[in-house]
């Protein structure tokens, strides 16, 4: 996912919107306003078990995010989403706190826990996952994390950040669909190639297709060039996928086209919103799969009016997460836990990022197809409206 900067990490990682998001929520089952001044700041909770006024009407709503530290930046980012969010709906009977991470994840969930919060917005990293879990799950509060790590879904743990595989996935069924049947793949070395390696292998046993091989490399120019020269000498391929970001695409594109000239070249959802893959004669024709970036022109332009700089394009991510909470709390009575069936709907619910729902505690995202031609990237198969 391109983003304003880079998440630090040790291991894992249109219509108006005001107009927009009244149809988002009455689709789940104009320009944002102006804001009249500067936001207020995030709020930074009550002492625990000191409610202030007013909350008896409103659930109460934990935001777990970095706001000092090396991520401090994206957690701003998800802070200042979370409250145009709520603003954009004018809701007023959802009170979301934020929490510092940075200064502790398990500490900032157990003062979320003890200032009466029902539902955990966060953390953003997946390694804090484990830390808030062993607070919230004894309390029964679920946690929606903006980590897109599926080893820590499940068990009241609910990702929402875009899964990888997902974008491979539907690459691959476009393709198929198209005609194409042999599939060879470059991934590079590491737990993300070997992630990728299996969604291909599993994608291709699903839909009836052939990998005829999967060549990893070290991101380096030689190991790259090897590793082409091994795929093309293992088969005649309908399509090739490159599995990694825009730096390597567009130093794998050329090397390809010596040896496999008919092949379509499919990509991942890393390359969205990357200018390099747009310019590379070699990539011209290439396919992938992305969430859609419709809706998130207008989102940024209205950020940018009310806080001066561009979003993080994962800031969206707190804004659908506020979008699902005030969903649900059309049905959830104020201080009653969270009704966490609510977030197993198989209708999903409809974000900025478009329609989304849950399996097992692991997002599933509609995602649209786009090639790239000599005029820029298009979309050849828009995403799905809904489920």
Sequence with gaps: MNTQGRV??????????????????????????????PLPPPDQGPTAGQLPGGDETRHRVALLIPLS??????????????????????????????????LGARAAAQKAVADGNRLILGPLLSDNVDAVKAVASPARV????????????????YIMGQVPSQSLERSMRYAVSNGMRTFGALVPSGEYGRSASDTILDVARANGAQ??????????????SSAVKRLAAKGDYQAIIIADGARMAVRAGPLIRDSEKAAKIIGTELWSGEEDIA??????????????????????????????????????LGYDAVLLTIRVARDWKVGSR?????????GGFIGLDGAFRFES???ERAFEVREVTVNGVKVVAPAPAKF
């Design 279 to 316: 310019k590379a004669a070699s990539l011209r024709g290439a396919w992938f799969a992305a969430i859609s970036d419709g809706r998130f022109k207008r989102y940024s332009d209205s950020y940018k009016g009310r806080f001066g700089v561009a979003p993080y394009r994962l800031s969206t």
């Design 69 to 102: 530290g090396a991520n401090a930046g994206v957690g701003q980012s998800l802070a200042n989403a979370t409250t145009m969010a709520l603003l954009d709906t004018n809701t007023s009977n959802v009170r979301i706190t934020t929490y510092d991470t940075a």
């Design 361 to 363: 505690g692991v997002v």
């Design 211 to 224: 990998v005829l091989a999967i060549e990893s490399y070290n991101r380096d120019a030689s190991s790259l």
């Design 338 to 346: 969270f009704p966490v069936a609510a977030l197993n709907d198989q």
């Design 8 to 37: 630090s990490r040790r291991k894992t990682f249109r219509i108006g919107i005001a107009g927009m998001t009244a149809l988002l929520l009455s689709g789940c089952a104009g320009m944002i306003p102006k804001s009249e001044g």
């Design 142 to 157: 679920p946690i929606v994390s903006f980590s897109n790590d599926t080893r820590v879904a499940g068990n009241g743990v």
